[in-house]
């Protein structure tokens, strides 16, 4: 029997020389060890496909452990079903959301474990238990509203409420913050903080060390399927956690030689754009972007980024306005029009729009050219030249992947990411639009792709370059624009001197150019 | 013409109507419900032959119309339950797996009659039973509606009580929820611990069942014989149901009786002087049509949002 103070002193969960081999014959955890304490917020980080999401996965009971033993309060239990995860009081948000889309949010919350009138279950109790849960929390939902259209970070509030209806001690927040803007990161923080002070205990991944340093109590990091170590919040740095997961010195800060500005590459004039439901996504948005530059975006995302993304790279159709690439224009021709006359795309959402998933590395890497020289001749498919750019590409842009021909959807998020890349920039492009390039990847890739766009850009590729990472598009552009609901607010001639305070009034439109100023900076 | 739209708007033909529709409303209700369980069932039109045939025979083996009912149910949904296991547990294509018993049930059911009774068309050598015909008391007297509503066939009753059974399961129980739930997203079903193989046996079993019931009424309702593909595509008109009546109960009620009005109207015409060819097309024609419009409806929906669009930007930019 253990003693009263013993009990105390064990930690809340404890897995034990966790090894997992997946059916394929991937080893993602190897012999690792990992603890939780009791009230704690605690971050488990590590590149793309350390194995963070398995570990936490075996926790919730969605994958077995090949071998390992996991222990909550000291006393050793088995988890074989989620179901037996959350009889323990362990609940998990997953990295991809698990909702319905098409039911409410009480619906979402309450799946599973509908409460019952009768033979029929009751939405109003569904509801009322919705809204005192939220209300307890700081969680702040609709409970009536259809999933399919609430905003993201509603959606990720519903996955934590899901697993606290189920009476969860322990919350697993898998990257929760990927998709977030960073109003709402910062929401979700307090919100985090609320659980922890009701007696909560958090595990949370993520890629951002920032946000680790600020929101843990201590920090557990991997890489390449085992522990490297546990440390405490208090000894460790950004820089520090940086190179234990990557295992060598990470640049953080991005060398840039001076910008040597070409002529005009993309002109975009008065661009208009409607999106299906009706909504003004884009109106009347100007601006150049030179060869040799890195034309940034910032914004809070939802203010049109994405709609100009895609007009420009044919996906969507403008309602009005000039896009021109070197004087010829390019609006409304579709995509491999678009491409053709020179322009690459990077999407940001690369799962939809970036690789065809079951498809090979080596396919993934030719769908843009697949039908000229050496690639098709006479008509049919020649997949020895494919399989040798595959080869040339993935060991030029450092894939890991022990065999080109394996499908795409077998990769980490990271490594998916670099498919995209070394496809985009190997087909020779004057513009290339890069949208989130970084998201959802981990550091030593994120440098990766930093590296790639200055290479790009001292070559004189003109890079139109998005993202809601405001450090990043700070850091990595020449000239810097500002969206807010749909227009350009901003332009900056140079983002030396520019402070992340400054950007942020324009991007919460507090702040606004005049049109003559932003006109000077076309 | 006039003739025509005299036969349109005459109590028989709306009581022919309901008694037309039955026939693709209860597999359309069992498409529905694979539908939204995510495993949808193609198989329905080889489900309501075999039930068809297998109720016919038990009701001449056993002289009543009772036993044939349960037999053809069984079949019906042994036959579901044999589609789900090759797909659930075997990972058989779903869609390959329901066209094979589509063709074994075609070929399957003409050769058992072949062997009972040496006819390779039909059973009418055999003295079947029929599902009993329903005089609604009261309601059977009241002028235009008694002769519609009451004297219908029993399973024409059920198939209209099953719009609303159907529709209390799939939105007031919990395991309906589960089902919808797991044939939009199993993984967030499994996630929460819902047994997602469970929910799509059951979703094709109950498809089976409602297939079976339209089966027997065809055989033993609506005519007294069961005839080589007697089925004649409603299986597959009952899928169409389900798509135009927007994947709800309601919904692919209306559908349904949009269809069988295209049949009965086929079969009142077939007594005037038009081409009996012509007037057996048009169930199908209209099907056809039907598909049509509803597409072009959706087209015309975003053109005319765009077009909304357009004219706030003239208005906004003129003033
Ligand atoms: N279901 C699966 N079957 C086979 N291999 C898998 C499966 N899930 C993950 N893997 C592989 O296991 C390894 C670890 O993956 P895991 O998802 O745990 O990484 P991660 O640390 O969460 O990465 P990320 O930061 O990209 O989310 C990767 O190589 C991945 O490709
Ligand atoms: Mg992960």
Redesign the interface.
Known sequence: MPTASDSAAAPLIEMRNITKIYPNGVLADNDVSFEVRAGEIHALVGENGAGKSTLMKILYG?ERPTSGQIYLRGAPVTIH???EA?ALGIG?V?Q????????TVA??IV????P?RG???DKRAAVAATASLAQQYGLNVDPEAVVDVVPVGMRQRVEIL?ALY?GADVLILDEPTAVLTPQETHELFAAIRQLVNAGKTVIFISHKLREVMEISDRISVMRDARMVGTIDKRNADEHLLAKMMVGREVFLNIAKPPVQRGPVVLKVRDL?Y?T???V?ALKHVSFNVYAGEIFGIAGVEGNGQTELVEVIAGLRAP??GVIELEGKSIAGLPPRGVRQAGVAHIPEDRLTNGVALESSIQENLIVDRYEREPFTRGGFLRPSEVARNGEVLIEQYAIRTPDGALPVGSLSGGNMQKVVVARELSSRPKLLIAAQPTRGVDIGATEFMHEQLVKARNAGVAILLVSADLSEVMSLSDRLAVMHAGRIVAIFPTTNGLTEEEVGLYMLGTKTMTQAEIERNW | MDQALQVIFSATFIAAVLRVSTPILLPALGGLISDLGGVVNIALEGIMLTAACAGVLISVATQSEWPGLLAGVVMGVLMALVLAFFHLNLKADLILAAIAINILASGGTIFVVFLLTGDKGSTSALVSKQMPFVEIPIIKDIPVIGPIVSGQNLLTYVAFIAVVLVAVFLYRTRAGIHLRAVGENPEAARSVGINVRAQQYLALGLSGLLAALGGVYLSMGYVKFFARDMTAGRGFIALAAIFLGGKTPWGTMIAALVFGAAEALSVQLGNLRIPNQLVQMIPYVATLVALVIYALVQRQRAIARQRKFRQTQTVAVGS
């Open positions: 969605m079903t989620p179901h959350i998990m997953h991809n959301f698990m909702l319905v889309p098409s039911f619906e979402n799946l599973g474990t509908e019952l033979a029929f279950v899901k189920r208009e409607a299906e439901a009706g003004e309602l009005g």
